[in-house]
């Protein structure tokens, strides 16, 4: 007996959304899973997915695959075992309640929330049933050269971290209309969650941020800077540089560098349009023999691109496909998703902190609650922005 097809579906269908659709029609065409829906609040946007669609030979004429306006009316009428979210950052929270909060697995696009106070509420109205229902769209999760870092450290290869380097670099302003919480918190957040996947997910005990505008930047967004260096420091004394930039004409760049007490991992040196991925461990820091051996050298394709699809696409390409794979991997077993919502409202925190010690000029903000008790809730976090000077 054939077994049933799950049924999916997305809504906001957009700029990030693209993306996610193109990979859910990927399986949708190898009959793995059911796309059922499509929406979004824009009717444009919804039209030019559903043109996609037939495009990429996923059959919407045959009414396989409907549209909606509202993500209620896609809940409340299609079924649905797990739905894609990636509406507006505005939006996240509502739409993907409206799905969670009736059994269906979804997939959210970050950050989780614009705030802190917003994520504490979604937490709370989903309850703790439901919370694993939500995975939290950090895709580096997925992203094979940062799985080879995670190996490497696991297995100690570098002994105990001591600093770590994140770096996003943008090749092209931001687009016309493109809502952002503050360059700190839209860009910084990608780097929060790569500099605390190598920290177990703790939360840095300091967070602080600079911020900066360059010349000859068009600001879309109306962010107030194109370059942010944030700094996160963990109670072990463990330091993270988070740099990110709207302004690198050369092309879009993504890479890291952990330093530890053996060794060091660098990932992602810049190398253009679209050159491979490299992963590099080394090893040797003893004064007995020499330095800087290196022991392992893995190399990623980035994936094949074209001007209408976003800057990121051919770095990311192959982590939004596994990110996606996993999602309904997690639906079929019904397993706890990964990254979850713990995940979500920590980055958020974090993000939210360092863009305002950003606009503040740096100042260091210190994430314990007033008693010096740790922060260990999403009521905890909301506690501390609120009460911060």
């Not at 944030?230 to 560098?257: E, M, P």
């Amino acid at each position: 007996m054939t077994a049933r097809l799950l049924r999916l579906g997305i809504f906001g269908v957009g700029r990030m959304g693209l993306v996610h659709l193109e990979h859910l029609a990927r399986l949708a065409r190898a009959r793995q899973i059911d796309l059922v829906a499509i929406g979004d609040r824009f009717s444009p946007t919804l039209a030019a997915a559903a043109t996609r669609l037939e495009q990429w030979g996923t059959p919407l004429s045959s009414r396989a695959t409907q549209t909606f306006e509202t993500p209620e009316a896609m809940a409340e009428r299609c079924a649905l075992d797990a739905c894609v979210v990636a509406s507006r950052t505005e939006d996240h929270a509502r739409d993907a309640l409206c799905f969670a909060g009736r059994g269906i697995r979804v997939l959210v696009e970050k950050p989780m929330t614009q705030t802190v106070a917003e994520a504490a509420s979604f937490c709370e109205a989903l309850g703790d049933n439901r919370k694993p229902l939500v995975q939290i769209a950090f895709q580096r999760h997925y992203d094979a050269a940062t799985r080879a870092a995670y190996r490497w450290v696991a297995d100690a290869r570098i002994g105990v971290l001591q600093q770590s380097h994140h770096v996003l670099q943008d090749k092209n302003p931001t687009p016309e209309n493109y809502q952002s919480s503050g360059i700190t918190a839209d860009m910084a957040i990608h780097l929060i969650f790569e500099s605390m996947a190598f920290h177990r997910f703790e939360l840095p005990e300091t967070v602080q941020a600079l911020r900066f505008m360059s010349p000859h930047y068009p600001d879309r967004a109306r962010e107030g800077a194109s370059v942010v260096h944030a700094f996160c420091q963990w109670a072990d004394g463990s330091v993270a540089h988070l740099w990110g930039s709207r302004i690198n004409n050369t092309g879009y760049d993504n890479g890291f560098k952990l330093i530890g007490t053996e060794g060091r991992i660098d990932v992602g040196e810049f190398v253009g349009d679209f050159g491979p991925i490299i992963a590099k461990l080394w090893t040797g820091t003893r004064d007995d023999g020499p330095r800087g051996r290196l022991c392992e050298s893995l190399a990623f394709e980035m994936t094949p691109t074209s001007a209408d699809r976003p800057d990121f696409h051919a770095r990311f390409s192959s982590a939004y496909a596994a990110e996606i794979d996993a999602f309904v991997q997690s639906a079929r077993e019904a397993k706890a998703c990964e990254p979850g919502i713990d995940i979500g409202w920590k980055t958020t925190l974090v993000a939210e902190l360092a863009e305002r010690s950003a606009r503040e000029g740096g100042r260091p903000y210190r994430l314990r609650l007033a008693d010096g008790s740790p922060i260990s809730t999403p009521a905890d976090a909301q506690a501390l922005v609120e009460t911060a000077p």
